[in-house]
């Protein structure tokens, strides 16, 4: 029998995210450095809440998410509306629904690899074709090739600031130039999901542009800042006309209830994001100059992860990392051939990781 498969579906390798455990040696402490996690977990705040919710399960979810998008206006400081947002069940989900609302069969969608792999993978599953505009050699969006890449049929162009793998972001000024420059049946999709940890003066989020009117998505996650990557909560915003359109796909009861509890007790748990932000800003001090003495080359980052060039092959890194309880991430698959992304964990586990490098370096040298 004929099925229907697609022929685009059926080439596709099935995204697949990081691992989440390793086997070590006894005695071994295992540090997770692989998925750019909160090393402080979650709020407690959040905790009471889902526990308040359990009794709640049989029931549905509250049939609209209009609590969690006021929470986020009252997050966003009251400048954007209610209706700017749209919630779903993680970052993720949001690439997704951005695909099937924008994309059709053979349109168009610019990235710069390395990047996330989901905008690849799931615009491929609507039928569009990737164009790759490659960041340049040291790790900067080239956005005059991005510019020179569009065409009629270029829908969507996805960038993130800060950038995963790379760490790197787009100065206010820049992107400003970038936008005004795009041709208005483009929407930029600005992955912002690590913005919380940027220190950089001229760092911009989407606001802006999007209080401005112009086509431009910002994706965001609860899955970093507020550590619930287990929970499956994320949102973007838009101007109106975007959001609402956008909002005509939004399945009801998306969220769970303790997905729609855990994110709005999640919002109001400010001093969580600042201690969140003060430690992952502080240890990427610590990473960093810990990578600079043992001179191991890395390129400057804003996220919570740092994109490193590994002295040996990335598999021979990774799994003397490993055997050592470090979990960290390879990135070639996300146009990073070769290199090696970590995330920054507790003092505990920063130190551990510098420890192990110092022994490989060493042995390096008393190899040579
Ligand atoms: C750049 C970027 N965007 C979006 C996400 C999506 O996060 P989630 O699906 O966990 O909300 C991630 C997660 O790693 C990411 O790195």
């Known amino acids: 029998m004929q099925l229907g498969f697609k022929k685009y579906i059926l080439e596709d390798s099935t995204y697949k995210g990081g691992g989440k455990k ?3 040696p006894e005695g071994v402490t295992v540090h997770k450095l692989s998925s750019n996690e909160n090393p402080l977990g979650y709020s407690p705040k959040v905790k009471q809440a889902l526990e308040n919710t359990l009794d709640d399960l049989s029931f549905y979810p509250d049939n609209t998410d209009i609590r969690l998008r006021e929470a986020l206006v009252k997050d966003f400081d009251e400048v954007l509306r209610v209706d700017n947002f749209i919630t779903a069940n993680s970052g993720s989900e949001i690439i997704d629904m951005i695909s099937k609302a924008f994309l059709r069969e053979d349109d168009e969608i610019i990235v710069s690899q390395p990047c996330f792999l989901p ?11 990737a164009i790759n505009v490659p ?9 005059e ?18 950038n995963n793998p790379s760490g790197n972001y787009i100065p206010l000024k820049e992107l400003r130039e970038f936008i005004a420059r795009l041709p208005e049946h483009v929407i930029l999709v600005l992955d912002e999901v690590y913005r919380h940890f940027s220190e950089a003066e001229d760092y911009t989020s989407a ?12 994706i965001n996650s609860f899955s970093k800042t507020y550590g619930l990557a287990g929970l499956r909560v994320g949102y973007c915003y838009a101007p109106i006309e975007i959001s609402n359109y956008m909002r005509k796909i939004c399945k009801p009861f998306l969220l769970s209830s303790l997905a729609l509890e855990g994110a709005i007790a999640a919002l109001k748990d400010v001093d969580f994001v600042n201690q969140t932000v003060a430690l992952v800003q502080k240890e990427r001090k610590f990473v960093l100059n810990g990578l600079d003495a043992l001179h191991i080359k890395f390129w400057p ?7 490193i060039d590994p002295p040996v092959p990335d598999t021979e890194f990774t799994v003397f990392l490993e055997q050592r309880g470090i979990m960290v991430r390879p990135v070639g698959n996300f146009g990073a051939p070769g290199k090696v992304r970590i995330s920054f964990g507790t003092r505990e586990a920063n130190k551990a990781l510098l420890v192990s490098l110092g022994v490989l370096m060493k042995s390096q040298t008393t190899t040579v």
């Open 135 to 143: 960041m340049t050699a040291d790790y900067n969006y080239n956005l």
């Open 22 to 24: 390793i086997v070590v």
């Open 301 to 307: 980052t804003q996220g919570n992860f740092v994109l």
């Open 207 to 218: 606001v802006p542009f999007v209080l401005e009117g112009k086509n431009v998505i910002g």
């Open 119 to 129: 905008y690849t993978a799931f615009t491929r599953w609507m039928g569009a074709n």
């Open 145 to 162: 090739g991005i510019l020179e890449a569009i065409i009629d049929k270029t829908k969507l162009i996805f960038l993130a600031s800060p």
